[in-house]
């Protein structure tokens, strides 16, 4: 499934399909009829202390990136992460948008890094690793 990321200020198209918001705070001067939601996942997004750290810290990336994918593993975020799996799998296109103005390094380039199944999350073993394995499995079966 081709899965594309986009600032969530850019026009909505017919090709961004189901198009998922994944940032924590609704983006500044933007109505929800402009933004052309299909879906809001909050708790997918990074702690607000994450976000303000890397935001102080833009050349720390792979330390974010490690931590973000950590806090991916807690209890709220784990089941919108489901609920994004369970979108790719019912969907012919899906669309993350985000807010932030670095467009290459960003909480969506990492969703879509585990989403294309690039990216394992950071021990590659233990509890937190098996249940992103299953959460992927489970999100492969047909409905």
Do not use: C
């Amino acid at each position: 499934m081709p899965i594309s990321l986009k600032r969530v200020y850019e026009k909505p198209a017919k090709t961004d399909g189901t198009r998922v918001l994944v940032d924590r705070l609704w983006p500044r001067g933007l109505t929800k009829a402009a933004a052309a939601l299909d879906a809001w996942l909050k708790d997918l997004a990074p702690s607000d202390h994450l976000r303000t750290w890397y935001h102080q810290r833009p050349t720390e990336w792979l330390t974010f990136r490690k931590r973000y994918l950590k806090e991916l593993t807690q209890p709220q975020a784990a089941e919108q992460l489901q609920e994004l799996y369970e979108l790719v799998g019912r969907r012919k296109r899906l669309t993350l948008l985000y807010a932030s103005k670095n467009e290459e390094k960003n909480n969506a380039t990492v969703l879509k890094d585990l989403l294309d199944g690039m990216r394992k999350p950071p021990t590659g073993t233990g509890p937190a690793a098996l249940g992103v394995q299953r959460l992927r499995k489970a999100a492969r079966r047909p409905v």
